[in-house]
């Protein structure tokens, strides 16, 4: 027995995405759970693949930041009933390699091998198409479909209180803004923190800032729009490095000292290279932007050692989905992290193409599909 429903399929670089009907079983293999999305964001990581800035096996559909309810539970699985509103995670978790032991899940073995090239964790695909065509699945998820089977562990139950449009950011930007301060720099309240780009990274990283008591908090952004989000996600200062450049406000608002922690969200080389630049000595720069495929950096050593200066990359915020997730919504309901602003624009899945317009342009912050 197989669902047919609809999912928005990648197919070949700079074409809009294809709205086409495909299939899955009805019953979850061993190990697995079907969830019915209820939201997806729309993340420039989907647009990486979009524009062919990312390499991808094609056909795949796209999407990894969801939201939904556990609709059927395969053998195996404890944990997860139906009905459990969960969190979808990009990096499930295999619970016993080197990494997933010692608490680095977004690490895991299984997820290097299978996840990020687009497969189950048994090196399969799910859903297929017209004419017996397999379809891959964006990093193990493709949540640009109404329906997904992915390993147990890729569903995180966070309980009723976020709505699902909410909820759906914490499958990646939040977790990934949040964590690359929370988790991955550790930032302590004496510091100050530099984030550059706000999009729906960045402005995660901003609040993430916020959240820690971090002294000052500074955002820089081309776009005056974002920077104004920045200030209500917990900016104290702005920069509009179209208008002057970085390193001098860095100097301006630091006392020519530099910033403790500088987080890159763009993924581009000369703003990663800009925000190792403009440390303090004893800084870390967290690489949390994802450059196009073989983009190189170009950083001075010395500086490095005498300074003792760190470059760090930033996976998923260096997150633990199965703790991080529900914390997460208990920060929301909380009222010490904003979701409710984040999300900017619901559409359905046959306006996903106009959604993508809306990133390319800095419309919005993040566009969500409601199902
Ligand atoms: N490390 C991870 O695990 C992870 C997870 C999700 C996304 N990402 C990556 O994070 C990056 C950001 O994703 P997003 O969804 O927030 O993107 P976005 O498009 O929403 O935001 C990008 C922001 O950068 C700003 N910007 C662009 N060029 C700039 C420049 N030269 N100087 C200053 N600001 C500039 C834009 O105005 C925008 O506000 C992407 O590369 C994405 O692939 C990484
Ligand atoms: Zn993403
Ligand atoms: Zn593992």
């Not at 795949?60 to 539970?73: D, K, N, P, Q, R």
């Not at 966070?158 to 930007?173: M, R």
């Not at 530099?194 to 402005?203: P, Y």
């Not at 974002?226 to 001098?248: I, K, M, S, Y």
Request: with cysteine.
């Amino acid at each position: 027995m197989t669902i047919e429903f609809d999912a928005a399929v990648f197919r070949a670089p700079n074409e809009p995405l294809t709205v086409e009907r495909v299939s899955v079983a009805s019953t979850p293999p061993p190990g697995d759970v079907l969830v019915r999305v209820k939201a997806s964001g729309l993340c420039h990581s989907d647009l990486h693949v979009i524009v062919g800035e990312w390499e991808a096996p094609t056909p795949m559909i796209l999407g990894h930041e969801g939201a939904g309810v556990v609709e059927a539970v395969g053998e195996g699985v404890t944990g997860l009933t139906e009905g459990d509103h969960v969190v979808l995670s990009w990096t499930p978790s295999c619970r016993r390699c080197r990494y997933c032991v010692s608490g680095r899940p977004v690490l895991c073995d299984l997820v290097s091998e299978h996840s990020a090239n687009h497969l189950s964790f048994d090196g399969r695909t799910r859903v297929g198409a017209a004419a017996g065509e397999e379809v891959f699945s964006f990093a193990g998820l493709g949540t640009f479909g109404e329906y997904v089977m992915v390993p147990a562990s890729a569903a995180i139950v966070v309980g009723p209180q976020a709505p699902f449009e909410q909820a759906s950011l914490i499958g990646c930007a939040v977790t990934t803004g949040v964590g690359a301060v929370v988790n991955t720099a550790k930032v302590r309240p004496s510091e100050v923190v530099l984030v550059i780009g706000c999009g729906g990274v960045g402005l995660n990283a901003v609040q993430g800032a916020r959240l820690v008591g971090a002294r000052m908090i500074i955002a820089a952004d081309l776009s005056d729009a974002r920077l104004e989000q920045a200030r209500h996600f917990g900016a104290t200062d702005v920069v509009n490095t179209g208008r002057e450049p970085l390193a001098d406000a860095v100097a301006r608002l630091t006392d020519a000292r530099g910033v403790d922690v500088a987080v890159e969200a763009i993924g581009l080389a000369q703003t990663i290279e800009a925000a190792y630049g403009s440390l303090a000595r004893g800084g870390r720069a967290v690489v949390a932007g994802q450059v196009a495929d073989g983009v190189r950096i170009s950083i001075d050593p010395f500086v490095m050692s005498d300074s003792e200066l760190q470059l760090i990359g930033s996976n998923y915020g260096s997150s633990r989905a199965d703790t991080d997730f529900p914390m997460l919504v208990d920060q929301y309901v909380n009222k010490r992290i904003d979701l409710d602003s984040l999300v900017t624009r619901l559409i359905t899945l046959d306006q996903i193409n106009d959604g993508f317009d809306d990133l390319v342009r800095g419309v919005g912050i993040r566009t969500v599909i409601r199902y």
